[in-house]
């Protein structure tokens, strides 16, 4: 059974700081790994998606990086701006149609 | 761009009533997802379908039952509601079998009193 991790729980920084976080999973016959953001009470929205057969994907700020061999992600955000705060999930596909999530990163990006 | 639509986006209903979350996907996705998410918790899948048809569950209560219908909405039908079915749902949808990104309704916050 997948298991998702992600490290650390919580983090909090200033405003401008470029930070790293963690997402481990025991399976690592996965077809692809998501990253969304969640904010409180509201719906989850895709940030990015690693195929299997990719290394990384970035979007503006947000760099996400995948190593299987390993069971690794890791989402990279250059130059933390307050709209950040917000939790954020990764997830992973193993091929049944359903993906499993971690329990979250809650960011807080102090002005 | 058209979104995924649930509603009702608020419930409250008493323990052992009957709910029905109703999911309308992106046009042109093949795949609906449901999630429930508790206070505090990471979402956990229920069930899947893909072109109308159930292609994969999860941790679904018997209790609960749920269909995709010709025009691609799917429904939720939950039963003898217990406290604990308190929670987020969440219906995503994304095509090509759920191998493309799933995109996320905004989700329907049950309270079971």
């Known amino acids: 059974k997948q298991e998702v991790t992600q490290i650390p729980a919580a983090l909090s920084v200033p405003e401008g700081e470029n930070l790293v976080l963690n997402c481990s999973f025991t399976?690592?016959?996965?077809?692809?790994l998501q990253w969304f953001r969640q904010d409180p009470g509201k719906g989850l929205t895709s940030l990015l998606l690693i195929q299997s057969s990719q290394r990384e994907q970035t979007s503006g700020r947000l760099n996400a990086s995948l190593d299987k061999s390993s069971g690794r992600s890791t989402l990279y955000i250059a130059a933390s701006q307050p709209g950040d705060s917000a939790t954020y999930l990764c997830a992973a596909d193993t091929g049944r149609r359903a993906l499993t999530f971690g329990s979250g990163t809650r960011l807080q990006v102090q002005p | 761009a058209a979104g995924v639509i649930q509603s009702p986006r608020h419930l409250i209903k008493e323990k052992r009533e009957t709910a029905t979350l109703k999911c309308y996907p992106i046009?042109?996705?093949?795949?609906v997802y449901w999630y429930q998410q508790g206070p505090g918790q990471d979402p956990q899948f229920l069930i899947s379908f893909y072109e109308k048809m159930q292609s994969d569950k999860g941790s679904i209560p018997d209790r609960f039952s749920a269909q995709q219908f010709s025009d691609y909405h799917s429904e939720l039908n939950m039963s003898s509601l217990e406290l604990g079915d308190s929670a987020l749902y969440f219906c995503a949808s994304s095509s090509r079998q759920g191998r493309e990104k799933l995109f996320f309704g905004s989700g329907t916050q049950l309270s079971v009193l």
């Open positions: 046009p042109r996705h093949d795949t």
């Open positions: 399976d690592s016959a996965i077809y692809n």
